[in-house]
């Protein structure tokens, strides 16, 4: 059954810490975090404190996706504060598996993101050594943008890549899922879903997490 991460950039920032609670009893899988730099994408969120701050208020993986500039400068400190996965971005100007391979020693899963105008073949060299594979289906920055159709295709490629290669990477995504959105990509072999607005603006977060999950 696919899996569902609540994004918390549109949970309720007063009580972050209540809100994580409330969605891992409505039968959340992760808890997703969208750190932001205001360079790398033109917003601020999360830092490492936070993350730490309300670590006690769920069991669930904590997931990082790290939307900066510098994530092999900034990744440990995330790690450290309860993160058990870290998602890079493939468009960073970094040594991409020396990262990789450095984030898995320390003992955590990897998630390499893709955005929407980035071609889907520069992923491939490191589908084999990862975790999971995170296609954003909005332009990152900001919560509650419209799904970009045309990604499907990436996400179709992907699954296709996987099946031919007899890989166990998962697929993810994250940008204007829905109840309908979600139906979309989970048949074209998304594992998880990362939903934001979606969740948080519902009144029943039990009833929007289980409208997500379509059968495969």
């Not at 730099?37 to 601020?44: A, R």
């Not at 955005?115 to 999971?132: M, R, V």
């Not at 989970?186 to 289980?210: C, H, P, Q, T, W």
Request: glycine share 6%; net charge neutral.
């Amino acid at each position: 059954m696919v899996k569902i991460s609540p994004s918390l950039l549109s949970a309720d920032f007063s009580c972050l810490g209540k809100e994580v609670k409330k969605v891992t009893e409505a039968g959340a899988d992760l808890i997703h975090f969208d750190v932001m730099d205001g360079h790398f994408v033109p917003n601020l969120t999360f830092g490492p404190m936070v993350l730490k701050s309300i670590r006690k208020y769920s069991h669930l993986p904590f997931e990082a996706h790290l939307m900066i500039t510098n994530p092999e400068k900034y990744w440990k400190e995330f790690a450290d504060s309860g993160a058990d996965i870290i998602g890079i971005h493939i468009e960073c100007d970094i040594d991409h598996r020396r990262l990789i391979e450095e984030i898995k020693n320390y003992g955590k899963k990897v998630c390499i993101v893709i955005n929407p105008p980035t071609e889907i073949e520069k992923i491939y060299p490191f589908l084999e050594i990862i975790d999971i594979v995170l296609i954003m289906t909005v332009n990152p920055g900001f919560g509650g943008q419209k799904f970009i159709y045309k990604v499907v295709d990436k996400i179709k490629k992907v699954n296709e890549y996987r099946k031919n290669r007899n890989l166990n990477f998962e697929i993810e995504v994250d940008g204007g899922i829905n109840n309908e959105t979600a139906k979309i990509v989970i048949e074209n072999g998304v594992d998880i879903l990362v939903a934001g607005n979606y969740i948080f603006s519902g009144n029943d977060y039990k009833e929007r997490i289980e409208s997500l999950r379509w059968k495969k």
